[in-house]
């Protein structure tokens, strides 16, 4: 079975800049964010990139990429409550490098008083991709979501350490490919 589909992350948040966790927290794009989404949206069509679909975290971040891609490249976009950000409970609007979090963020199991742990996150994400692998020999998508969620789809490809996974990261808007073998 063939097939392949492209990650996008959102453009960039103020709490990006902050380096402020996000996670379920909906927030929105900056300026420079939506000035990513337009760029990456004219690379898609630069490069050829051909998709059937956009599938989308229902967060803003995301919807506002997607909506922009979408407008530019006129590739229809859906939204898929699945690529919503894992949901980091108690740590969320705190420093992303706080030692408390990176602590915390060894125990797969952990739901981070309120969250949702990696093992849940882990589960819905590879039960989505499991559902685009099998439609992956007559439709491509688009995934346009968040950091957490790129670790997670790039797990689904390849063997990682827990340090490699913690240290997994795409910039706001970068673009990945993954092949289904």
Known sequence: MGGHFYFVRHGQTVWNVENTICGATDIELTELGHEQAIETSKKILEEGIHADEILYSPLIRAS???????????????METRLKEQNFGKWE??????????????????????????????????????????????????????????????????????EEYAAFGLKNCQIMRYDFD
């Open 93 to 162: 609007a705190t420093p992303r490098n706080g030692a408390d979090f990176q602590k915390a963020k060894e125990d797969f199991v952990c739901r981070y008083e309120g969250g949702e742990s990696m093992l849940q996150l882990a589960q819905r994400i590879y039960n989505l991709l499991d559902d685009i692998r099998a439609e992956a020999d007559h439709k491509t998508y688009i995934l346009v979501a968040h950091n957490g969620i790129s670790r997670v789809v790039q797990s689904y490809f390849f063997d990682m350490s827990n």
């Open 64 to 78: 506002e990429t997607a909506r922009h891609i979408s407008e530019i490249t006129g590739i229809p976009m859906r």
